[in-house]
T-cell receptor
């Protein structure tokens, strides 16, 4: 159903460490979204890109995350200093012309 | 309050029965997507809707933008239908979609 690739599938970090995850969107999809899904199943939008440009991001992302979508390289999302509350499933989705989002399998982050 | 409310939050179905899930919106949604998330976390696309209805096998979905709701009907439920169903509504343009909190479905023999 989806060809979005996310790595790694699991990530374990200590508090204060950097945590980096990557996403390869479906070929030809210019828009990429990152979401954080917590243990209560709630989705929190983090940031989205159109090609290499940031379209929207929330305050938390701007302050604590580093994200980019360079051309010809995977998109990445990096927490600069991990906190226990960052433990969650991080989902990347890409969207093509048809407006439908396709999700990757996610990176499950555990911050000890 | 929640901008996208899903109901019920949990549902248990016997194999072979029918049911309906619902999303009510307090935002002016122009499109709706329905997803099924498996226990490992992978989200599978079920439907993308503008106002109207779509059908795919045992699943049928409707979106009424004037009344601000969408439904997902499951016919002849199977064990593999178990998982968490999410709807996501979008106002259009490049605005981000808003997700509901999901309906957890268990289909038992």
């Amino acid at each position: 159903n989806s060809k979005v690739i996310q790595t790694p599938r699991y990530l374990v970090k200590g508090q204060g460490q950097k945590a980096k995850m990557r996403c390869i969107p479906e070929k030809g999809h210019p828009v990429v979204f990152w979401y954080q899904q917590n243990k209560n199943n709630e989705f929190k939008f983090l940031i989205n890109f159109q090609n290499q440009e940031v379209l929207q991001q929330i305050d938390m992302t701007e302050k604590r995350f580093s994200a980019e979508c360079p051309s010809n390289s995977p998109c990445s999302l990096e927490i600069q200093s991990s906190e226990a509350g960052d433990s969650a499933l991080y989902l990347c989705a890409s969207r093509g012309d048809r407006d439908t989002q396709y999700f990757g399998p996610g990176t499950r982050l555990l911050v000890l | 309050g929640d901008k996208v409310k899903q109901s019920p939050s949990a549902l248990s179905l016997q194999e072979g029965t029918n049911s309906a899930l619902r999303c009510n919106f307090s935002i002016a949604a122009t499109t709706v997507q329905w997803f099924l998330q498996n226990p490992r976390g992978s989200l599978m696309n079920l439907f993308y809707l503008v106002p109207g209805t779509k059908e795919n096998g045992r699943l049928k979905s409707a979106f009424d933008s004037k009344e601000s709701y969408s439904t997902l009907h499951i016919r002849d439920a199977q064990l593999e239908d178990s998982g968490t169903y999410f709807c996501a509504a979008r106002p259009g343009g490049n605005y981000k979609p808003t997700f509901g909190k999901g309906t957890s479905l268990v289909v038992h023999p």
